[in-house]
């Protein structure tokens, strides 16, 4: 059986992540900060499924390097990276902590960077395994820290897939729009303001994504009005992009 590793399994797109998987028999290992949670979902996969839950916890910020090593270890190959953990800053950028912006680029960026760099020797030796790393529509549409680091998310998936032509290694972008997960809460966003037909299924998302993945491609937008958004938001006037951004729905509480 093969062996998934995912960031942020305990909710949310990694926790559909995660059952997905386990339903296709792979085993698994949970990285995030919350043990205990990670143990309550381990507990489920194995005893739902039959596979192996492996539990990780650190903190991506922090503590990458254990994460790493685990990646890097020979005698137990990872097959599929899944760079899922993230949120959102809770506040607008002048008025956040510069300590609060970093920690939100070193999980979103740098550990994604790092944590892909570890995974995919290994997986190029061995001739197979994936990595995919969860962006978002958001990426082209300017507005926050948040929204940059998604940019580089998708660009660096982008920049790396050609380096991979012919190793049978793939790395994939999934970028979703609004998905119903408790992010929105965690960062005091309230969000009645949006549409019902905006809002996307976690489990219809990551769906989506590992079909995209078999199909081979690079950037995965689950959703026809998001597939729509995606191909529109580079074309159109920068001025226009920058005003929908302002237009979000979404309003602090």
Do not use: C
Not at 138 to 158: I, N, Q
């Amino acid at each position: 059986m093969a062996t998934a590793l995912v960031t942020g399994p305990t909710a949310g797109i990694g926790l559909a992540f995660v059952r997905a998987l386990a339903a296709r028999g792979h085993d698994v290992v949970l990285v995030s900060r919350d043990e205990a949670r990670l143990e309550a979902v381990a507990g489920e996969l194995r005893g739902a499924y039959g596979v192996g839950a492996e539990v990780l916890p650190a903190d991506l910020a922090t503590g990458v390097e254990a994460v790493e090593r685990r990646l890097l270890d020979a005698a137990r190959p990872v097959d599929l990276l899944v760079n899922n953990a993230g949120f959102a800053a809770p506040g607008r950028f002048l008025g956040n902590d510069v300590a609060d912006e970093e920690y939100l680029l070193d999980v979103l960026v740098r550990a994604v960077l790092r944590l892909t760099h570890a995974a995919l020797p290994g997986m190029v030796e061995r001739g197979r395994g994936a990595v995919v790393n969860v962006s978002s529509v958001a990426g082209w549409v300017p507005r926050s820290t948040y929204s940059a680091a998604k940019a580089w998310v998708t660009a660096f998936s982008e920049g790396l897939a050609p380096q991979l032509r012919g190793t049978g290694v793939q790395v994939m972008a999934l970028a979703p729009g609004f998905v119903r997960t408790e992010f929105h809460d965690r960062a005091r966003l309230n969000m009645s303001g949006l549409p019902s037909w905006m809002w996307l299924d976690a489990d219809a998302v990551v769906a989506a994504a590992l079909k995209d993945l078999r199909r081979r491609k690079v950037v995965s937008v689950p959703g026809a009005v998001y597939k729509v958004a995606a191909a529109a938001l580079p074309r159109l006037p920068r001025s226009l992009v920058l005003g929908i951004g302002q237009r979000h729905p979404a309003r602090r509480r």
